[in-house]
């Protein structure tokens, strides 16, 4: 009882390294947090618990003989709280990975087989090079060839289209066949005797007009007698729009001489703004529709910009029965995951079915179904009208057997209704696979967003490894200052794309838009280009600009978002206070815990680890269990309240967890696992972590020793206070009997003391010669 006080706090230690000492973790004023520390690996002269285990022979904890030696693991009720949640968090995660992966692989299978995309684009592709190869010869075969790519200016138009165009498409390929007509459009505009602003000196040096693209067009054309039958090429079709026919079906020489003729007639001119030409293929071994779009802008500075565009479009869906089978497949997994998520949402909230959506893993989950629900309606819902569109297809039919140029008289007007029938069912065609296409871009969109959503899926299953939990966290943790990153970059990389475009969008094509010269900056960005385009425009400010970019983005914002992202790391790492399990070793217990369960002993009927965990959190905010349950631990020590709430924490016996419902073997098992996942944080803790708990526990021990000297003063006080009362008593008697025989030794008036012979000591009375031995006592 007299040791020093440093040998009696470093038995305390040692004594408590082994029993494994529990110290909460999180934020004080934290409700129900209690977040168990495990015990440290070393005591103050470097033994291992092995070597603490034999020579703690002056511990409390060995020396009592009814001390279990589940007790002597030293798990306590928060310990095995925290251990039940995380690993039920774990467990929960990890269910969610095999409905996952089987609902990704069915996903993945059947988009496969449904797109196919490389056969369409490789019908697409080659409409595509044969419009941009074909070409013709102006000044004969000797003279230069003029592709699509070599068409400049107005007059290059008409004969590219009578030379180049109609040729290929009489012979497009052997695979595929063209569907009725070409559409050729054009907009024009309204011609106007004066620009817009033009001083009166300029419009006498330019007095030619102007052909702007706003106002109303009218009829135009040659000037035909009142009993011919007016051109439609040359009658508006809607507002502004012109529209002629190229009907490929005709002989090569009607098409082309109706080509010349609208040529010689001026019907592209000045006036014209922009010209689309557009038609259908059908690839009928493949089955696969693509529609061209061929554009020529004619800018009003005097170029012709053509670009061109071919969309594919599957005619059939399903090319094999296991196609039907797949969707099915997909469908019954799909609906599981509802039922999954509707029961992890309402059945299995217990009491926190709002709290439950401050978790993103939950929105991603409702997104996922939302946005699968939708696919699955829509894509069927496509498939129906998809084949109506292809009977449609079907149902065109040849065109009429006359053209207008080529009917008699007497059928002219019969040939100009049949051909306008025939060309409305076309328009409808064609404006039907553009709905189809719109349709089809969206499901595709939708598609490829469920794609990004299941990868958060995955995310979520991920969940239940520890170390890539960290990971997730990390992603998640640094959340806000990505969103803050990219709006600064967002900032900085459009004013570098706006300095790109005033220094450079004038004789580089890259750089001539916004649009383009924000693509262009991407390219910047990721290293992508040629510096020499932009030196050979402007040296000096190419430098000072791509420098500038070069300072500020690529070394300074990018490190700085890798730095934060390293720091959040370690931040999470810090509060989790341990790298977590790797996956071998959890793959391996895994494999234990199912032989265990095959097991004579883990067969035995026992409690599950959810009810007793519900047994034991029972006055535990459930917000913070289900922060337990996804491994989202502060095992940081803030405050006192951690230290004086572990001290409130009891010990877990074997009998304690038999009496509710555990059976004897399950229950020391469970008691060891813990036991050894506490040992595990403490190896696996850094160091200054370590020094940390540590000192707290250092703390902790000097307090419960100052305590204890406490009580045993206050004792001793105690008595020594009873002693000092028993002594002032004492005191106050002998006073008191002192007095009296003060009293008793002096004589009263009238007596007086004599000897006698023999030398005692008498008294006499001198009025009445009384003599006494004593006084009277009426006189004492």
């Known amino acids: 009882s007299r040791r020093p006080l440093g040998r009696a706090c470093a038995s305390v230690a040692m004594e408590e390294n082994e029993r494994g000492m529990a110290l909460p973790d999180g934020a004080t004023g934290d409700g129900g947090r209690r977040v168990a520390f495990a015990p440290d690996t070393t005591n103050n002269d470097g033994q291992t618990p092995a070597a603490m285990k034999s020579s703690r022979s002056f511990t409390s904890v060995t020396q009592d003989p009814g001390v279990t030696e589940s007790a002597q693991l030293g798990v306590t009720i928060a310990q095995l709280e925290e251990y039940l949640a995380i690993h039920d968090g774990l467990r929960t995660s990890c269910q969610t990975l095999p409905l996952t992966l089987v609902l990704w692989i069915l996903y993945v299978t059947s988009t496969f087989y449904h797109l196919q995309a490389y056969s369409s684009f490789q019908s697409a592709d080659s409409i595509r090079e044969g419009i941009e190869a074909c070409s013709y010869f102006p000044d004969g075969i000797l003279g230069p060839e003029v592709r699509l790519a070599d068409i400049h200016e107005i007059a290059d138009i008409m004969p590219w289209i009578q030379g180049a165009l109609v040729p290929h498409m009489k012979d497009p390929g052997e695979m595929q066949t063209l569907l009725g007509s070409i559409r050729v459009e054009q907009s024009r505009g309204t011609p106007v005797e004066r620009c817009d602003g033009l001083n009166d000196a300029m419009h006498d040096f330019y007095s030619s007009g102007c052909f702007p693209a706003d106002g109303v067009a009218s009829a135009y054309g040659p000037r035909r007698e009142r009993y011919e039958l007016q051109d439609p090429a040359f009658q508006p079709v809607k507002a502004n729009i012109f529209q002629m026919w190229l009907e490929i079906g005709r002989p090569l020489e009607v098409v082309q001489e109706r080509v010349n003729l609208l040529a010689r007639e001026g019907w592209v001119d000045l006036n014209t703004q922009d010209i689309t030409i557009d038609g259908l293929f059908l690839n009928l071994e493949a089955h696969i529709y693509s529609r061209f779009v061929l554009k020529l802008e004619l800018h009003r500075e005097g170029l012709v910009e053509p670009s061109l565009l071919v969309t594919p479009l599957r005619g059939e869906v ?18 599981v995951l509802l039922y999954s998520v509707v029961a992890t949402l309402i059945l299995e909230s217990k009491g926190l079915f709002w709290s439950n959506f401050q978790d993103p893993f939950v929105w991603l989950d409702l997104s996922l179904v939302l946005v699968g629900g939708v696919v699955v309606v829509v894509f069927y819902y496509f498939v129906y009208w998809l084949n109506q569109f292809s009977d449609e297809v079907f149902a065109l039919g040849d065109m009429p057997p006359y053209s207008i140029a080529e009917a008699p008289a007497e059928r002219k007007v019969q040939a100009g209704v049949e051909n306008a029938e025939y060309q409305a069912r076309l328009v409808g065609i064609l404006d039907w696979f553009e709905w189809y296409i719109m349709v089809t871009n969206w499901v595709r969109f939708a598609s490829a967003f469920f794609a990004m959503l299941t990868i958060g899926r995955f995310l979520r299953g991920f969940r239940g490894q520890p170390r890539l939990s960290v990971l997730t966290q990390t992603i998640l943790f640094s959340t806000n200052f990505i969103v803050h990153f990219f709006l600064l970059l967002a900032f900085i990389f459009a004013n570098f794309a706006l300095c790109g475009y005033l220094l450079f969008g004038e004789q580089l094509e890259g750089w ?74 959890q793959v391996w217990q895994t494999v234990n815990e199912i032989m265990w369960g095959r097991s004579f002993d883990g067969s035995q009927k026992s409690i599950p680890y959810d009810d007793l965990l519900a047994v034991l959190s029972a006055d535990t905010d459930p917000a913070y269990l289900r922060r337990l349950r996804n491994l989202q631990v502060d095992r940081r ?58 000192l707290a526990r250092q703390i902790n021990f000097m307090k419960a020793e100052a305590e204890h000297l406490t009580s045993r003063l206050e004792r001793k006080f105690g008595r020594s206070e009873k002693l000092i009362d028993r002594v002032d008593l004492k005191h106050a008697k002998t006073m008191a009997l002192a007095r009296r025989i003060r009293r008793a030794q002096q004589l009263p008036p009238g007596w007086t003391a004599h000897k006698d012979a023999e030398g005692r000591r008498f008294l006499r009375q001198t009025e009445t010669g009384l003599t006494s031995w004593t006084l009277p006592k009426h006189l004492m």
């Open 318 to 335: 399903f090319n094999h029965w296991s196609q039907v089978f797949l969707d099915v497949l997909f469908a019954a997994v799909f609906v």
């Open 512 to 585: 001539k838009t916004p649009g383009r010269a924000f693509g262009r900056m991407l390219l910047v960005l990721f290293q992508h280009f040629d510096y020499n385009e932009f030196h050979s425009v402007a040296p000096v400010s190419a430098g000072l600009w791509f420098s500038a970019f070069f300072i500020l983005v690529t070394l300074l914002l990018v490190k700085i978002l890798t730095a934060a992202i390293v720091f959040n790391y370690m931040e999470v790492r810090s509060r989790l206070g341990e790298p977590g399990m790797g996956l071998q070793k």
């Open 637 to 694: 020590l803030k405050g006192r309240s951690d230290l004086h709430r572990v001290e409130r924490s009891k010990e877990v016996t074997a009998d304690f967890l038999v009496s509710r419902g555990c059976d004897r073997a399950t229950a020391e098992r469970l008691l060891q696992q813990c036991a050894d996942w506490n040992y595990s944080l403490s190896t696996t803790a850094s160091p200054s972590r370590r020094i940390l708990i540590l």
